[in-house]
């Protein structure tokens, strides 16, 4: 038989005690029970990220960090990440900033126990931050979020016959279950899907929006670059994007909450609206594929190939995932921001 986790009784009981819950905070409850104990990363966990596929994304991004910190003046700076994984990016980037003289102090906003073990075990001398609350503040901020966005909680409204209302998370029938609530919620949506035909789903991740905006307001005060890589869309306003993956496979988000990985694509004009204050540059989205190529990943993939001519299928095949529009190419988006008086990041040329 089973066993249910516990976040799933955590639901029961609370939705029992309070009625349907928004599906923002089902997401931020199921995802922080499944972070805080599971290693998904990996062919045994659920996904692979591109920095587990090969040495060579983290590398360029190291080396994307290094030439936006050198057109600077090499000031002090500090590398963040946001969702470290297991540390495996992190190790690569820093590897290659170090090969260009530089090296930053290094920060991780992690929550989960587990994985701040694993990304102890590639980074010792990291740092760990509950939020972004506490980063320094008084240098320059080098911020990757590589899979960040995706995981943060999405507020879903839903239009119905009697108009747009919040989407919830009921349980009944030994399932849960989303239904429309009974609130009307038309001053929350933009005024290009106001008139949308019924059923019509619209997602906005206030999470992401207080985030961005925050990290914005850092880099404009403080300076440094953001690259931010997830999988979403460019002014789409419709449609559901809610998903959970188990065992690299899709999964239904509202079975056995807690065991899988819940995510929704990325609003990116929403968070570049956001995160882009006065003093902040944006450049992008641009495809992932596109953007590894302008960074030079061939030349990369050739110099790993002859220092080891064993592993060449092995690289060929890395570089090929990351950079085909029918793999990870085109999938997934990349975004750049500058802070106050720094250059734009490498790569949107």
């Not at 080891?308 to 029918?326: D, Q, T, V, Y």
Request: aromatic share 8%.
């Amino acid at each position: 038989m089973i066993q249910p986790d516990p976040v799933e009784d955590e639901l029961k009981t609370l939705i029992e005690a309070e009625g349907p819950i928004p599906v923002a905070r089902y997401m931020a409850l199921a995802n922080a029970a499944y972070y805080s104990s599971h290693d998904p990363f990996g062919i045994k966990g659920d996904f692979i990220t591109a920095p587990e596929v090969t040495q060579m994304f983290g590398e360029l991004i190291g080396l994307a960090l290094s030439d936006a910190w050198s057109g600077a003046g090499k000031p002090a700076a500090a590398y963040v990440e946001l969702g470290p994984g297991r540390g495996t990016l992190a190790n690569d980037a820093l590897r290659a900033m170090e090969g260009m003289g530089l090296e930053p102090s290094v920060h991780f906003v992690e929550t989960s126990p587990l994985l701040r073990h694993e990304q102890g075990e590639r980074v010792p001398n990291a740092r760990w931050h509950a939020d972004i609350s506490d980063l320094p503040d008084d240098v320059p901020l080098l911020i990757v979020a590589n899979e960040f966005f995706d995981a943060m909680p999405v507020e879903q409204y839903v239009k119905t016959m009697m108009g747009w209302r919040e989407l919830m998370v009921r349980y009944d029938m030994d399932e849960f279950s989303t239904v429309p609530g009974a609130v009307s919620c038309e001053a929350l949506i933009p005024d290009e899907i106001i008139d949308a035909h019924t059923a019509s789903v619209y997602e906005h991740s206030t999470t992401t929006h207080k985030m961005a905006r925050s990290l914005g307001k850092r880099l404009a005060a403080q300076g440094g670059v953001m690259i931010v890589i997830d999988y979403g869309y460019y002014d789409h306003l419709a449609g559901d994007t809610l998903q959970a993956v188990h065992a690299h496979a899709f999964a239904d988000p509202f079975v056995r909450p807690g065991t899988s990985d819940l995510t929704a694509h990325v609003d990116f004009s929403a968070l570049i609206k956001a995160a882009a204050v006065k003093g902040v540059r944006a450049r992008g989205p641009v495809e992932q594929g596109d953007w590894l190529v302008s960074l030079g990943i061939d030349i990369r993939s050739d110099q790993l190939t002859r220092a080891n001519p064993a592993r060449g299928a092995e690289l060929a095949a890395a570089r090929m995932r990351l950079i085909h529009p029918e793999q990870m190419g085109s999938l997934f988006k990349v975004v750049g921001f500058s802070g106050h008086h720094w250059p734009l990041v490498p790569g949107f040329e």
